[in-house]
């Protein structure tokens, strides 16, 4: 038998505790409904959404959870997010998060933040690994880092190794140094990078302030 609940009291708060992932998940919101099953559970918030696992806060406009132990988060409008765990805050327009897999998918205007590496990234949609720490950036991605701004139509992110995998038109700017080619990986540590294909751009001598063109 479907047990169907609903409150309607501004900011009031819960907690729920799922069994299988053995988490707690706390949440507030202006508004909530929902219904629990044998199968599957659902919960949905609207009005200054918000709701806190171990490693992930998120605050919207409206936030859905769903599937067994409430496995799936959905959320939509002003969407800002922040993971403890690794250090990444973002905002976004639509979000989709799995927490068994950890996978989440972000976009409408993603704008991801590596607070740990001082790296922002901008991209219509960014899908995040959080087990491994990687980064899938897709259409108008941009990327900086200090005086280093990269830009492409797709790339990977890589937290932990500090990895830039290029492609669709990328280019890289250091300073006032200029690269192209058909693939591009930069080490944002070392500031090392790699090119590969149709490769050209320009290097500035600081010392005679010539400008060379490699092609």
Not at 65 to 86: C, M, P, Q, Y
Request: with cysteine.
């Amino acid at each position: 038998m479907n047990k169907l609940f609903c409150v309607l009291a501004v900011f009031a708060y819960f907690s729920v505790a799922g069994i299988a992932l053995a988490e707690t998940i706390s949440f507030k919101a202006d508004r909530m409904s929902g219904k629990s099953t044998d199968s599957a559970d659902y919960s949905k918030l609207d009005g200054n959404a918000f709701i806190q696992t171990k490693d992930l806060e998120i605050t919207a406009d409206t936030i859905e959870l769903s599937g067994h132990d409430f496995r799936f988060v959905t959320a939509s409008g002003n969407i800002l997010g922040k993971n403890t765990e690794s250090g990444m805050e973002f905002t976004c327009g639509k979000m989709n998060y799995d927490r068994e897999s950890e996978i989440a998918w972000l976009e409408d205007t993603v704008h991801l933040i590596d607070t740990e590496n001082n790296v922002i990234a901008d991209a219509q949609i960014i899908e995040y690994n959080q087990k491994t720490d990687t980064a899938v950036l897709q259409i108008g991605v941009k990327l900086i880092q200090d005086d280093t701004t990269c830009t492409s139509e797709f790339a990977i992110y890589r937290k932990k190794q500090q990895l830039l995998e290029m492609s669709g038109n990328p280019q890289v700017i250091q300073g006032k140094d200029t690269f192209r080619a058909q693939e591009i990986i930069v080490n944002l540590d070392t500031e090392e990078i790699v090119l590969d294909g149709r490769v050209s751009g320009t290097v500035t001598n600081a010392e005679k302030k010539s400008e060379n063109t490699a092609q």
